[in-house]
């Protein structure tokens, strides 16, 4: 207590559905203060996204400090420091410039990506505005900032937000891979599994809604593990369809990889198997900002190469109807000398 006269506990996950802090002290004896998503954003009587504790520490006291952590179904990740108020308001100023950043890179490509749309009516296109929309939702939930921002009232969303978009953004996701690699025309096989998990997905989306905690357990696991087997299923049959000359599938595959390595890095830090530092902090986030700039590239390349194929199937038309008017021509040229040639017999006759 000698270092700083109010020194401040941070627990720096967001997404905790219970923190409560009980300091018993010598001298002031027995305090404590609840937090958790449980509770609206304002009974936190601050406005940091993440758990901030004011320590009221007398010099020369002795206090023991407990935090009771608690947590249902999504991350249980636990990152702990000890400073100064001013030193976690310089960390959380520095997060909302970077996530500003983040944010406003995804709202550009929404934006880019509805002027696609808008211009060419594609199904393909409005599949990947859902997955963007869904996408944004979800880091929004998952850093904190929707609750401090949008939704500070809503305990449900709070709780909720999380495995609703991620359920959602990847059932998008899971048809736009469908649709954009054809995977009915190229692997039929695939494609009829895909739509089994697509379907699952789907009862995963309303299991999310229950607010029942069995239930909701079950849900953010199911999307886990039905995420874990997309990524194995969907990267194999884009290097397959990719050899079948479909040139789009590269920045597909390109995408998924740094999505896959995101996730994997998400995930083994949340589980206390990475350390915790700016690139498996921010890891996610990268891999997410990545992914979305090459399936943005392979939506505008798909486009590019539908237009070069679209340029030579007329190409081929206009062949194709240029020889069929030479040999018309021909023909009635043929036909032509045949009735000169029977007229001069017929004339010759008479």
């Not at 406005?47 to 320590?55: R, T």
């Not at 904190?144 to 009232?153: L, S």
């Not at 998008?172 to 039929?188: A, G, H």
């Not at 000359?245 to 990475?274: H, M």
């Amino acid at each position: 207590t000698s270092q700083w006269k109010a020194p401040v506990i941070e627990v720096a996950n967001p997404n905790l559905d219970v923190v409560n802090l009980y300091v018993f002290s010598k001298k002031t004896g027995r305090h404590k203060k609840l937090m958790g998503d449980l509770m609206p954003f304002s009974a936190r009587g601050n406005n940091f996204k993440n758990y901030h504790f004011a320590l009221q520490l007398l010099p020369n006291d002795s206090s023991l400090i407990f935090i009771n952590v608690q947590n249902s179904g999504e991350q249980f990740h636990v990152p702990m420091s000890i400073g100064k108020a001013s030193y976690f308001e310089d960390v959380e100023s520095d997060e909302q410039l970077i996530f500003g950043v983040y944010f406003g890179f995804i709202l550009f490509v929404l934006l880019l990506n509805g002027f696609f749309y808008y211009v060419l009516k594609e199904k393909t296109t409005l599949l990947y505005l859902g997955y963007l929309l869904c996408l944004l939702f979800l880091q929004l939930s998952l850093t904190g900032f929707g609750f401090k921002y949008f939704w500070p009232n809503s305990v449900f969303l709070a709780n909720h937000a999380s495995p609703i978009s991620a359920s959602i953004s990847m059932f998008f996701l899971l048809v736009f891979s469908q649709e954009f690699l054809n995977t009915k025309r190229f692997i039929p096989k695939v494609n009829r599994f895909v739509n089994v998990l697509k379907y699952f997905l789907l009862l995963v989306v309303f299991m999310a809604w229950i607010d029942i905690n069995a239930i909701y357990v079950f849900a953010v696991v199911s999307i886990n593990v039905l995420s874990v087997i997309f990524i194995f299923i969907v990267v194999p049959a884009a290097i397959y369809i990719l050899r079948q000359k479909f040139k789009p599938a590269r920045f597909f595959i390109t995408a998924f990889i740094f999505l896959a390595t995101s996730v994997f890095l998400f995930v083994l830090k949340n589980a206390g198997l990475l350390p915790s530092n700016p690139f498996t902090n921010y890891g996610f986030q990268i891999g997410s900002a990545l992914e979305v700039l090459l399936l943005t590239l392979a939506v505008i390349d798909k486009f590019r190469q539908f237009r070069i194929d679209s340029f030579n199937s007329l190409q081929e038309l206009n062949d194709l109807k240029t020889e069929a008017n030479i040999e018309l021509e021909r023909k009635v040229e043929e036909r032509t000398n045949q009735i000169n040639e029977q007229k001069v017999v017929l004339e010759s006759q008479n």
